[in-house]
């Protein structure tokens, strides 16, 4: 099973570094965050059910998708063309939900204890970050719809495939 789960991780990474090779921007550099990311929340779901250490490997886990909402936001804002530009100040604003939930989930914050892999104990900080995951996948649909109102032609096409790309994901991740 190890092997399986390898595997897909380096499709995943592979994937995500190709077109960051070829051309440095916003889009290629956020899409091989997305990638990493996603690698390491597999990689942590692995080990929850293959550790005994599984309370540490399910606040891993978190660590790992906790950044994915807020690149994947950041990503379709900027693809297939950028439609928000950001100031410093509100970049930082808008990663400091996601920042500090990371920081604050290898702690008790969101997964409190686990005795087994199905009886887990979770903090008050599992709420927010359901609530957090939630209201940015929602804001992605929303932003990636009204650009497919909008979009005609290729940009249109690009948006309709990272939209069926991200339902297969989270088809797959449910």
Do not use: C, H
């Not at 500090?100 to 104990?121: D, G, H, Q, R, Y």
């Not at 804001?139 to 939209?163: A, D, H, M, P």
Request: hydrophobic content about 55%; glycine content about 6%; proline content about 3%.
């Amino acid at each position: 099973m190890l092997a399986i789960y390898l595997l897909l991780i380096f499709v995943i990474l592979v994937l995500g570094y190709l077109p960051f090779k070829s051309k440095k921007n916003t889009v290629n550099t956020t899409f091989l965050g997305i990638s990493i990311f996603i690698s390491g929340w597999i990689f942590s779901n692995y080990w929850i059910w293959n550790s005994e250490d599984f309370l540490f490997w399910n606040r891993m886990a978190y660590l790992g998708a906790t950044p994915v909402a807020v690149l994947i936001l950041y990503f379709v804002l900027n693809y297939p063309k950028k439609i928000y530009s950001f100031s410093k100040l509100k970049l930082a604003l808008f990663f400091a939900v996601p920042t500090v939930l990371m920081v604050l989930s290898p702690t008790e914050f969101i997964v409190k204890n686990m005795t087994s892999i199905t009886n887990v104990e979770f903090g008050v900080g599992n709420n927010i970050w359901g609530a957090y995951f939630f209201l940015y996948m929602i804001t992605v649909f929303v932003v990636s719809f009204k650009g497919i109102r909008n979009y005609k032609g290729l940009e249109k096409l690009k948006l309709q495939y990272f939209l069926i790309g991200l339902f297969s994901f989270i088809s797959l991740a449910l």
